[in-house]
């Protein structure tokens, strides 16, 4: 992967210890107008044997948006448990695609969280996704949008 395919403003998301997405990463995110966006280069490593990116690795990637899209834009600064996760894949991702996550938080709760949003690749969309998430534990002071965008 070469720094020329990540797009400008995207930096490499610094992420508490996750084995399954150090394997698999890295993301990337951006904020702009305080939303969080999140980027992925799909790699062969990431392919399914038709070599578009596997929909299991579509699934972690929509998790992930929404799990730190909705802890950035809300504030929450807690452990989100996802719940339920819905993807509708609407295009296949090629290799050497970049990937590109938004999402809308519908509403915060104390105990539960709903949150959308949209996959794409160059503009056009490729998953839609949705999910219910759960906060658990105390508020942590290292889980504030900084943490994500630190070296």
Aim: overall charge positive.
């Amino acid at each position: 992967m070469t720094a020329a395919a990540i797009p400008e403003g995207f930096r490499a998301l610094n992420l508490p210890r996750n084995p399954f997405i150090e394997a698999n990463g890295p993301l990337y995110g951006r904020l702009e107008n305080g939303s969080f966006i999140m980027g992925f280069l799909c790699q062969t490593k990431h392919c399914n044997p038709m070599m578009v990116c596997h929909g299991g690795m579509v699934a972690t990637l929509a998790d992930m948006l929404l799990l730190l899209g909705t802890n950035i834009q809300t504030g929450l600064g807690q452990f989100l448990l996802t719940v339920s996760l819905d993807v509708d894949f609407v295009a296949p991702v090629k290799v050497g695609d970049w990937l590109e996550g938004r999402i809308e938080v519908l509403r915060a709760g104390k105990s539960i969280v709903f949150t959308q949003g949209r996959m794409t690749v160059r503009g056009e969309t490729v998953a839609r996704v949705n999910a219910v998430l759960k906060p658990s534990g105390k508020p942590l002071a290292d889980f504030t949008p900084g943490r994500y965008f630190s070296d």
